[in-house]
């Protein structure tokens, strides 16, 4: 077993530690505050190949491991989670389900774009829409329909908690297209948000990740034409379970990277404030603290690389990505509470950053699979 990363992994991890410094934490209070899409952040990220950094050149990504992906998630995560959610679904969630997926011909009308995160120099992104009003865990309760109706579906309902929402260009839209059928019954689409009935609704007002944009999206008579379906009739529920088990993984290193950045803050202030005489650093109660941090962090930091081990050597890695989520993340929210708990009263107020974190920290236990799914994912997965 190796644990030394490659020269091209420490080359990433630094250039996303700089980005991150130079680009994201300029203004990430306001963005926090204002609920301000961190679209120039974005475009440098595409600048950068980490809007499609695993999908291959030859569909316009960075042709990079999964292994970097993990890292730069951490990286970007410890400073502004807002960006390293957009950069997570597109990466995850929407490239890779195309990448994976589609058909020669989606891949070059669509990936080629997505995978850079540009086209015609504009920001071109994509979101997922899974889940709906009344269909958040219980994923196969699918209300959007989509009718077969020859050479086209007509596509109708309604999408909630959509990131990237209004910034997306595309959407990776799944639907019921036979009820009867249940789970084989749903198909995945690829729709345009410009197609006439595509309707972005207001944006939701969050406690955390605020300045990332989560919508409704609205469907009324939308014509979807039968070419942007993805993979065979009735692949669509399988298709977003695949997709969202590595979506997973991004969502574990983002948790990862909000836990790496409370601690770092943590530990930095506890060097520097004094209490009773001394650094807080030298009273046992934060030493403990900061110890219990670390493990934990280095635990859920382990468990990410293994997901993303397992991805790369392309075994089934459901099971380590649900582990590594339902761990980081729960990761995440304790050692930011701590966090906030080192700072003391300065960990209340927005300046000292962990109080953001920990807001930020909490939907981790939520998207992409709340902790409880993960648990179902994991105890079905070991009792099989
Ligand atoms: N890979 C392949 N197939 C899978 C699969 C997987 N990982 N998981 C399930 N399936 C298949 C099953 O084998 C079954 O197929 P067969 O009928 O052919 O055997 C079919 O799918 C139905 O599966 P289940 O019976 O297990 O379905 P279920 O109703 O019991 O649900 C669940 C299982 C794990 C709870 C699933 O519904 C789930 O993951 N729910 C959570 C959904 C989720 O993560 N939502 C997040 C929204 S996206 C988001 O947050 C994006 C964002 O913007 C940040």
């Given at each position: 077993m190796d644990f030394q990363f490659n020269e091209e992994h420490l080359m990433i991890q630094k250039a996303a530690r700089d980005f991150a410094q130079n680009e994201c934490l300029p203004g990430v209070i306001e963005r926090d505050e204002k609920q301000q899409f961190p679209k120039e952040q974005i475009l440098k990220l595409a600048d950068l190949g980490f809007m499609g950094m695993m999908v291959s050149p030859d569909y316009g990504g960075a042709g990079m491991d999964t292994i970097s992906y993990v890292l730069a998630m951490e990286e970007i995560s410890k400073v502004d989670a807002s960006v390293?959610?957009?950069?997570?679904?597109?990466?995850?969630l929407?490239?890779?389900?195309?990448?994976?997926?589609?058909?020669?011909?989606?891949?070059?009308?669509?990936?080629?774009?997505?995978?850079?995160?540009?086209k015609d120099g504009e920001l071109h992104i994509g979101a997922f829409l899974l889940s709906e009003p009344e269909a958040g865990s219980d994923a196969t309760s699918q209300r959007t329909t989509a009718e077969d109706k020859g050479d086209y579906y007509l596509l109708n309902g309604t999408k909630n908690w959509i990131t990237n929402g209004s910034s997306a260009s595309v959407y990776l839209v799944i639907a019921q297209t036979d009820v009867a059928k249940g789970s084989h019954g749903i198909n995945a689409f690829?729709?345009?948000?410009?197609?006439?009935?595509?309707?972005?609704?207001?944006?939701?007002?969050?406690?955390?990740i605020r300045g990332s944009d989560t919508h409704s999206i609205l469907f009324n008579?939308?014509?979807?034409?039968?070419?942007?379906?993805?993979?065979?009739?009735?692949?669509?529920?399988?298709?977003?379970?695949?997709?969202?088990?590595?979506?997973?993984?991004?969502?574990?290193?983002?948790?990862?990277?909000?836990?790496?950045?409370?601690?770092?803050?943590?530990?930095?202030?506890?060097?520097?404030?004094?209490?009773?005489?001394?650094?807080?650093?030298?009273?046992?109660?934060?030493?403990?603290?900061?110890?219990?941090?670390?493990t934990r962090i280095e635990a859920a930091r382990l468990l990410c690389l293994k997901a993303a081990y397992e991805k790369d050597q392309h075994v089934d890695y459901t099971l380590s990505g649900s582990m590594a989520k339902v761990f980081a993340s729960e990761a995440a929210m304790w050692v930011a509470t701590e966090a906030v708990q080192v700072h003391g009263?300065?960990?209340?107020?927005?300046?000292?950053?962990?109080?953001?974190?920990?807001?930020?920290?909490?939907?981790?236990?939520?998207?992409?699979?709340?902790?409880?799914?993960?648990?179902?994912?994991?105890?079905?997965?070991?009792?099989?």
């Open positions: 390293s959610v957009c950069m997570s679904v597109n990466n995850s929407v490239c890779w389900g195309l990448e994976a997926y589609g058909n020669e011909e989606q891949k070059q009308q669509y990936l080629t774009h997505l995978a850079r995160g540009k690829i729709v345009e948000k410009s197609w006439p009935g595509v309707t972005v609704a207001g944006k939701e007002n969050k406690m955390g008579d939308v014509k979807v034409p039968k070419s942007n379906r993805i993979g065979e009739d009735g692949f669509g529920f399988k298709f977003a379970m695949k997709t969202l088990a590595g979506g997973r993984i991004g969502i574990a290193s983002q948790a990862l990277g909000i836990a790496s950045g409370a601690y770092e803050l943590s530990v930095k202030y506890a060097k520097e404030r004094k209490a009773f005489g001394k650094e807080i650093m030298q009273h046992q109660a934060i030493q403990f603290k900061l110890a219990d941090m670390a009263g300065y960990g209340f107020v927005k300046e000292y950053h962990v109080e953001r974190m920990m807001r930020d920290a909490k939907i981790t236990q939520i998207y992409e699979g709340t902790s409880e799914v993960q648990r179902i994912v994991i105890s079905r997965s070991i009792l099989k």
